[in-house]
Each structure stands twice: as C-alpha cells, then as structure tokens.
Nanobody, 119 residues
Framework: QVQLVESGGGLVQAGGSLRLSCAASGRTSIIFRMGWFRQAPGKEREFVASIMWSGGSTVYADSVKDRFTISRANAKNTVSLQMNSLKPEDTDVYYC????????????WGQGTQVTVSS
C-alpha cells in the first residue's frame, strides 16, 4: 500500500502564492504517476496537474496552466505543487493521488488540504 500526506494549505490573498507538498510512503516502488486534484463541497473532483513518478511528463488543467507548477523531489519521495497568481476560484480542498502502472485510475489518495484564496 501507499500512504500520502498533504501539507502546505492555508489562507492567502488573491495574487499570492502557496506551495503544497505530498509525501509518499509505503510501497512507493509501485507508483507510476502522481496527481493533484481539487474539490469544493457539492462539486465534482477536478484534475489539477500530474507528473510521472520519475519526474517527467507533466500535465496541467487549462485553468491552472502557467500559474501552477508540479514537481518531484526524488530523494524525499515528495511531489509539490507551486501555486502562483492565486484566484478566489482556486479555493478548494486539494488532494494528491498516486496511480500504479497497471491501473487506469488513481488508487491512493491523501486526506486533503484546504486552500482558501480571499479577494
């Protein structure tokens, strides 16, 4: 199994920045790809960004492209999401997730971290 723990959420003013981190532990050798998702109450979970566990092949949602950057710190088994130029509509609970090579879906999820952007 893989355990994921997010950190770094908080309250920030519009235009500001936050950096989220996701620490992976357990059977990290089975991880193929890592992703960040976000969800507001009553809304569907939305894809934000993803990266290969090896560190390449990043993908971004159009809504965050050029503002958010996903990266991988190999030595620390950590994936980060640098969020710049934040907007009130970025307010959500952010989750990191891990996908195995053999799976089409993200199997492992963290507990989520709240990001609130004030106008």
């Amino acid at each position: 199994q893989v355990q994921l723990v997010e950190s770094g959420g908080g309250l920030v003013q519009a235009g500001g920045s936050l950096r989220l981190s996701c620490a992976a532990s357990g059977r990290t050798s089975i991880i193929f790809r890592m992703g960040w998702f976000r969800q507001a109450p009553g809304k569907e979970r939305e894809f934000v960004a993803s990266i290969m566990w090896s560190g390449g092949s990043t993908v971004y949602a159009d809504s965050v492209k050029d503002r958010f950057t996903i990266s991988r710190a190999n030595a620390k088994n950590t994936v980060s999401l640098q969020m710049n130029s934040l907007k009130p509509e970025d307010t959500d609970v952010y989750y990191c997730a891990a996908k195995e090579r053999s799976s089409n879906t993200y199997t492992y999820w963290g507990q989520g971290t709240q990001v609130t952007v004030s106008s």
